[in-house]
């Protein structure tokens, strides 16, 4: 096998994702098109960091979906929406607290 390419995490990680997101709902699948993906690009092998320093928020937002960690941009979204995009990024459900 080759040497160690250091973009393999990251587009491992976008892949599992963008597998995912498949079966999601299309509210789900374009906020993972449009938000996530592009920033796992961007942050490179910074990627896996950034979704693990945003984990927690999800859990407040599955409480409250208007939770100031999501910066306004779930107000509209129900907890089972939430929960479902957790899943997605993640590989896991999200255990109520």
């Excluded at 098109?33 to 999800?58: H, R, V």
């Excluded at 479902?84 to 896991?92: I, M, N, P």
Aim: charged fraction near 30%.
């Amino acid at each position: 096998m080759g040497g160690y390419a250091p973009e393999t995490s990251e587009s491992e990680l976008a892949a599992g994702i963008s597998e995912r997101a498949n079966t999601a709902s299309e509210k789900i699948q374009s906020r993972v098109q449009e938000t996530f993906l592009p920033n796992i690009q961007k942050l490179g092998s910074m990627a896996e960091s950034w979704l693990s320093g945003i984990q927690s928020d999800f859990h407040n937002l599955a409480q409250d979906p208007e939770d100031e960690s999501g910066g306004g941009k779930y107000a509209d979204w129900t907890p089972d929406e939430i929960k479902e995009l957790y899943s997605v990024l993640y590989g896991e459900e999200l255990e109520d607290e």
